[in-house]
């Protein structure tokens, strides 16, 4: 079965500080990995995803995330956030089912 | 494509009421997922339909949540009797499951609340 483990819950940071947020996941196999983002009251949108090749994906609004596979990681990164980053972030993994499956999320605060 | 559309929005009900949400995947896609969101449990994938079957229903909690998908264009979860701690939001997610291809839309969910 697969799974996902995102280390921080809750993170503050103040505007133009560096992001990184961490996901790990477990699975044996070949894997699509994802990385979800959820303002305040909305549902779930796309960030940026993995399927193969350049194991350094950029999504949008500036995010970007990479793959290691020796270390089952899909660590989200941002240089500089802003104020409007403030949500919560789902890591999430599908294998051979093709069935995402998400980390708890982390909140991410950003003071201006 | 308007995306998934969910509906009701928000849902306030009385506990042992039948309540019925409602989904319209994104036309052309071949899978169909409900999730269920609260801040104890996170995320929980309740029921995964492709081509209309139910393939893994292994997250619906009891046998009082049903889910249906009469064509490829609709799908319905219900709560009959509702309890109180089913209030959570719930969301519809669909993809297109084909090679090198698994990412799920979601619509804007269905706040519940059953008092």
């Known amino acids: 079965a697969q799974s996902v483990s995102q280390h921080n819950h809750h993170v503050i940071l103040s505007e133009a500080a560096s992001l990184e947020l961490g996901c790990n996941y477990s699975y044996g196999g070949t894997v699509n990995l994802f990385w979800y983002v959820q303002y305040p009251g909305q549902h779930l949108q796309l960030l940026l995803k993995?399927?193969?090749?350049?194991?350094l994906v950029k999504g949008i609004k500036g995010f970007e995330a990479e793959f290691i596979k020796s270390k089952f990681s899909f660590n989200l990164r941002k240089p500089s956030v802003q104020w409007s980053d403030t949500a919560e972030y789902f890591c999430a993994v599908s294998g051979g089912s093709y069935i995402p499956t998400f980390g708890r999320g982390t909140s991410l605060i950003v003071h201006p | 494509d308007a995306g998934v559309i969910q509906s009701p929005r928000h849902e306030v009900t009385e506990m042992g009421q039948e309540v019925t949400l409602r989904c319209k995947p994104i036309s052309g896609h071949n899978s169909l997922f409900w999730y269920r969101q609260t801040m104890m449990r996170g995320l929980e994938l309740l029921i995964y339909f492709n081509n209309n079957v139910p393939i893994d229903d292994s997250g619906m909690p009891e046998d009082r949540f049903s889910a249906k998908m009469p064509n490829a264009s609709f799908s319905t979860l219900k709560i009959q009797p509702s309890e109180p701690r089913d209030s959570a939001v719930y969301f519809c997610a669909s993809s297109q499951i084909d090679r090198g291809s698994t990412e799920a839309f979601f619509g804007q969910g269905t706040r519940l609340t059953v008092v």
């Open positions: 993995y399927f193969s090749g350049d194991p």
